[in-house]
């Protein structure tokens, strides 16, 4: 084998490496784990507007101790309502200083193309999607703080 053609095996073989491999390292990067005392959460995050429009519209399923962390740019009030949302889900605002603000347990998903908003009524800027009824087998209440990691 020549020089040449070891420096282009070598190239293909990081070429395949780096195609297997870019997903899961962008996939990573973009999880945050949200922890209330030692109870955490690994969340997928939705920064963007196109992020946060989709959320989590279309899952059929959320592991126990996954969920997604919306994060807005400043502190607000952000209603929410659940459009093409599948599965029941426990939503958790959070202000500025990890202090757990609104909680709304069991948000159901639009029924017969009706949908309510959820509207906290104190400013947060991140909100937490998890699956219905965590916030009850959690202890998960107002005035909680968490702990943001990755983020």
Avoid at 36 to 43: I, S, V, W
Wanted: glycine content about 4%; overall charge neutral.
């Amino acid at each position: 084998m020549t020089k040449k053609q070891k420096i282009i095996l070598i190239g293909l073989v990081l070429i395949v490496l780096f195609v297997l491999f870019l997903p899961k390292i962008l996939h990573n990067s973009q999880n945050a784990q949200v922890c209330f005392r030692e109870n955490c959460f690994y969340a997928e995050l939705a920064m963007t507007d196109a992020q946060r429009t989709k959320g989590l519209m279309y899952i059929e399923h959320l592991d126990e101790n996954k969920g997604m962390l919306f994060i807005f740019d400043e502190e607000n009030i952000y209603p929410f309502w659940m459009k093409n949302t599948l599965i029941p889900l426990d939503m958790i605002w959070i202000s500025k200083n990890n202090e757990v603000v609104f909680i709304e347990k069991n948000a159901l998903p639009c029924q017969k193309n009706i949908c309510y908003n959820i509207e906290p009524n104190r400013p947060a800027i991140y909100m937490l999607e998890i699956n219905a009824g965590m916030v009850d087998k959690m202890g998960i209440s107002l005035g909680d703080l968490i702990n943001l990691k990755n983020i």
